[in-house]
DNA sequence: CATTCGTGGGC
DNA sequence: TGCCCAAGAAT
C-alpha cells in the first residue's frame, strides 16, 4: 500500500539517532543470557560461538526465555560442540528435548548438526543465503546467527522487532502483511558497525520495555521517536489478522502397567503431531465423542478402568483425552500378542521422550509415574 | 500462502 | 477461566 511506504522513507531521516539511543540503551540494561556475549565483549570484536547462537535461536523460536535457560545449559553439557551433536543418537536428542514442543525442531536440529559437520567442516555458514539452506534455520534464524555471531548487517525480525517497529511507525497494516516494510525499515536503521547488538538490542527492547501489554513508555529509549506513543496508542500495535478459533477433539489413551510397574510404550510417526516422540497407545485424535467408552479401541483385551479425563490445548486444537488403564499380571503376557512398542521400567519412565500431553495421561492414570525419583524425604 | 506444528506463564 | 503470547519453520 502506497499508504504505508511513505513512512518508512521518511522514517529513515527522522529515526537518524534511533540506532545510537538503542545501543547506548542497550550497554546499560541489556539481558544477561547463557548463550549471549555481552556488548563489552561484542564491541572489542569477541564474538559468541556460532553453535551455541544457533542451538539458542532454535530454542528460542516461539518459545519464552525461562523456558528455554534449562534445556540450552542440558544441551551443551551433553553436547558442547556441533560435531558432538551430530555423532548424538536422534533418540537421546529427542528425550532431552521432551516438553519443550515443537518437536520437528529437535530433529532438524539433529539433520542441521550432521549437514554442518559432513558438508561445512563443523563450521556454520556466516551469510544469510548460506543458513537458510540448513534444515530448521528459517529466515529468522539465518539473519539472527549472521548479525549476531558473525557480526554481518541482517535485518533481524522476530516478534520483538514487529511489536517495536509497528508502534514505532504506528503501522496500521496488519502482520503478516507488514512483515515486508518491517523487514525494509530495520534495513534502513541498521548500524553497520553493530549489527549484532542492534538485533539483541531491538529484542530486548521489546521483551523489557515495548512489552505488549502496559508497554514501559517512559523508560523507553527511544519514545521520542515514536509515534503510538505520541498517539497513546502502543498498545493497539501490532495489528493482526484475526484468529481461527481452536475445535475441539477427543481420544483415548490406554495406560498398561505390567506386575512390576512397568509400562507399554509406543513411539509415534516420525512426521505430523508429536513427531517421532513416545506415547501409550491411544486412538486417533479426530474421533467424535459418542457417549459410549472408547476401550473397544484398546490395543489388546484387558479390564481397561476409566482414570478419567484430561484436557490439552494444542495450538490450533484442544483435545479431550479418555484415559484408561489396565494392571495385566505376570511379565506382560497379554491375550492378544502386543502390538509394536516396549515396556519401559518405573526408573526409564521419567526420561522417555514423552510429550508433556503424554506425561499428563500417564499422571492420570499412575499419579507420579513419569516424576523423576526425588530422595527419600527425610521427616525433620 | 494458509495451515500445521507445543507448551507454560501472565493477566 | 480463557485468551494472548513467546528470538518461527516447513509445507
Not at 505488549?212 to 498517539?231: K, M
Request: hydrophobic share 40%; proline share 8%.
Amino acid at each position: 500500500m502506497a499508504r504505508q511506504s511513505a513512512p518508512v522513507i521518511d522514517a529513515h531521516a527522522s529515526f537518524d539517532d534511533f540506532s545510537t539511543l538503542l545501543l547506548e540503551w542497550y550497554d546499560r540494561h541489556h539481558r544477561h543470557l547463557p548463550w549471549r556475549t555481552p556488548p563489552a565483549d561484542t564491541r572489542v570484536g569477541v564474538l559468541p560461538d556460532p553453535y551455541r547462537v544457533w542451538l539458542s535461536e532454535v530454542m528460542l523460536q516461539q518459545t519464552t526465555v525461562s523456558a528455554v535457560k534449562s534445556y540450552y545449559e542440558a544441551f551443551l553439557a551433553a553436547w558442547p560442540t556441533v560435531e558432538a551433536l551430530a555423532g548424538a543418537e536422534t533418540e537421546a536428542v529427542m528425550r532431552a528435548w521432551a516438553g519443550l514442543g515443537y518437536y520437528s525442531r529437535a530433529r532438524n536440529l539433529k539433520k542441521c548438526a550432521e549437514t554442518v559437520a559432513a558438508d561445512h567442516q563443523g563450521r556454520f555458514p556466516d551469510t544469510e543465503e548460506g543458513l537458510k539452506t540448513l534444515p530448521g534455520i528459517g529466515d529468522y534464524t539465518a539473519a539472527a546467527i549472521s548479525a549476531i555471531a558473525f557480526n554481518r548487517p541482517a535485518a533481524v525480525v522476530d516478534g520483538n522487532v514487529e511489536r517495536v517497529v509497528t508502534r514505532l511507525l504506528a503501522m496500521e497494516t496488519p502482520l503478516p502483511d507488514a512483515k515486508p516494510l518491517i523487514r525494509a525499515f530495520v534495513a534502513n536503521i541498521l548500524p553497520a558497525d553493530r549489527p549484532g547488538d542492534f538485533a539483541q538490542a531491538m529484542m530486548d527492547l521489546g521483551a523489557t520495555i515495548c512489552t505488549p501489554r502496559n508497554p514501559a513508555c517512559v523508560l523507553c529509549p527511544v519514545s521520542a521517536d515514536c509515534l503510538a506513543r505520541q498517539n497513546g496508542t502502543a498498545e493497539r500495535f501490532p495489528r493482526k489478522a484475526p484468529k481461527a478459533e481452536k475445535p475441539l477433539r477427543h481420544g483415548a489413551a490406554f495406560v498398561a502397567r505390567r506386575g512390576d510397574g512397568a509400562v507399554f510404550l509406543r513411539k509415534r510417526p516420525p512426521e505430523g503431531l508429536l513427531g517421532g516422540m513416545t506415547e501409550m497407545p491411544t486412538t486417533g485424535w479426530t474421533a467424535r465423542q459418542d457417549g459410549e467408552t472408547d476401550t473397544s479401541a484398546a490395543p489388546f483385551p484387558a479390564d481397561w478402568r476409566d482414570c478419567g479425563t484430561i484436557r490439552h490445548v494444542f495450538t490450533h486444537f484442544a483435545l479431550e483425552l479418555s484415559v484408561y488403564r489396565a494392571d495385566i499380571q505376570g511379565s506382560g503376557e497379554t491375550a492378544a500378542p502386543l502390538p509394536a512398542g516396549w515396556w519401559s521400567s518405573p526408573e526409564e519412565l521419567p526420561g522417555e521422550a514423552l510429550p508433556t500431553v503424554i506425561k499428563k495421561a500417564i499422571e492420570a492414570a499412575i499419579p507420579g509415574a513419569t516424576k523423576k525419583r526425588q530422595r527419600d524425604r527425610k521427616t525433620s
